[in-house]
Structures are given as structure tokens and as C-alpha cells.
């Protein structure tokens, strides 16, 4: 059983920053992904970027340059730093973790971006 643990949403003004971050425990092994998804109300979840077990770094176009996604292995936990947040970044952010088991997900938490 792997159980995700999401912290650091919130409410902030356009152009502001907070960082995310989702810690991972139970059976889970070195060689893994992880990253994080968003779904703003009546929106399809879309992936916002991704973290290979090589520390390869993905992200989705609307966030290129701003966001940027981390890990600590060894505290099987990961980070999404976003700066200058924009008002269509607002929405519920899950992460997620790859393994050979399956897919996990956090419980999500809520990123709100004033105008």
C-alpha cells in the first residue's frame, strides 16, 4: 500500500509563488516517477510536469519557465515550486507516483490565484 501526502496550496495574488509538496510512504522502491496533475473546475485533469528516478525534469507548455518540479529520494517526497502564478493556474493539484504496482494519487490539494 502507498499512501501520498499533499501540502502547501493556498490562496495568492497573481504573480505571486508557492510551492507544493507531496511526500510518499508504504512499499515503494528507488527506480520511480513522480509529478503532478491539475484540474480546474468543468476542465479534463492535465498534467503539469514530471520527475524521472533520473531527476529528468517534464512540464507542460502552460508552465514552462515558471514551475519547476523537484524530489528528494531519499524522503520519497516531491516538490513543484510555481512562480508567477496567473489566475488559469488555479485548480486542484494531485501528485502522483509510478511504480511498477500501479499509479497513486494524492488526495489533491487547492492552488487559487486572485486577479
Known amino acids: 500500500q502507498v499512501q501520498l501526502v499533499e501540502s502547501g496550496g493556498g490562496l495568492v495574488q497573481a504573480g505571486g509563488s508557492l510551492r507544493l509538496s507531496c511526500a510518499a510512504s508504504?512499499?515503494?522502491?528507488?527506480?520511480?516517477?513522480m509529478g503532478w496533475y491539475r484540474q480546474a473546475p468543468g476542465k479534463e485533469r492535465e498534467l503539469v510536469a514530471t520527475i524521472s528516478s533520473g531527476g529528468v525534469a517534464s512540464y507542460a507548455g502552460s508552465v514552462q519557465g515558471r514551475f519547476s518540479v523537484s524530489r528528494d529520494t531519499g524522503k520519497n517526497t516531491v516538490f513543484l515550486q510555481m512562480n508567477s502564478l496567473k489566475p488559469d493556474d488555479t485548480a486542484v493539484y494531485y501528485c502522483y507516483i509510478n511504480l511498477y504496482t500501479g499509479v497513486y494519487w494524492g488526495q489533491g490539494t487547492q492552488v487559487t490565484v486572485s486577479s
Open positions: 508504504g512499499s515503494i522502491f528507488r527506480l520511480y516517477t
